[in-house]
């Protein structure tokens, strides 16, 4: 079946230790979002890729850094993570960014921060 | 600025209808989706409105009011399995979606 996968499922990680969470896709889509969404709150979006083009939202904080190597993975750099990002980390995909266009999601990545 | 409103939480009772609301305020309009969400998953799409009226699905349907940035999701025959978080969203100008921060809907036997 055609999916939206992250990795790892559960991440804790240190206050200031890097982390890394990786999101990969066989729907062949061109758009990859990467979402922050903590409890009860509506999902953030941090960034997203159209293709290679790369699209940083302006609250996006410095510490948040995406890669996408290739159509199929997209990766999210939390370069040092304070308490304030634990949160689950949800990534999209869409087949084009316009009109109709339902976002397919990953299962989520909670991410606790000690 | 862009905005969406939805009620906190709601409560219904199994077999019973509920109608969940939302208004919305984006730059530009290009469609209103909702979303469900279950306790530490992931979204999944249920609708979406670009015209006005109502789109039937199942025991879901969605309504839109483009005149009112209004908009609502009507489930019928309750089911316990539906107690989850619906989440309304506004795709503005950008393409971009607006999320509302969900309704919490709890099914009482």
């Known amino acids: 079946d055609a999916m939206v996968i992250q990795n790892p499922r559960y991440q804790v990680t240190q206050f200031g230790k890097p982390v890394t969470l990786s999101c990969s896709q066989t729907?062949?889509?061109?758009?990859m979002y990467w979402y922050q969404q903590k409890s009860s709150q509506a999902p953030k979006l941090l960034f997203h890729?159209?293709?290679?083009?790369?699209?940083n939202e302006a609250d996006t904080p410095d510490n948040f850094q995406s890669r996408r190597p290739n159509t199929s993975f997209c990766f999210l750099d939390i370069r040092s993570p304070g308490l304030g990002d634990a949160a689950m980390y949800l990534c999209?995909?869409?087949?084009?960014?316009?009109?109709?266009?339902?976002?397919?999601f990953g299962p989520g990545t909670r991410l606790t921060v000690l | 600025g862009q905005n969406i409103d939805q009620p906190t939480e709601m409560t219904a009772t199994e077999g019973a209808i509920v109608q969940i609301n939302c208004t919305y305020q984006?730059?530009?309009?290009?469609?209103l989706f909702w979303y469900q969400q279950h306790a530490g998953e992931a979204p999944t799409f249920l609708s979406y409105n670009v015209l006005d009226g109502l789109e039937e699905k199942g025991r879901f349907s969605s309504f839109l009011s483009r005149s009112k940035g209004y908009s609502y999701l009507l489930l019928k025959e309750l089911q316990m399995k539906d107690s989850a978080s619906y989440l309304c969203a506004g795709m503005d100008s950008n393409y971009q979606l607006i999320w509302g921060a969900g309704t919490k809907l709890i099914i009482k036997p």
């Open positions: 729907l062949n889509h061109n758009v």
């Open positions: 984006t730059s530009g309009f290009n469609g």
């Open positions: 890729y159209y293709d290679k083009d790369f699209n």
């Open positions: 999209a995909t869409s087949l084009t960014s316009g009109g109709y266009n339902e976002q397919f």
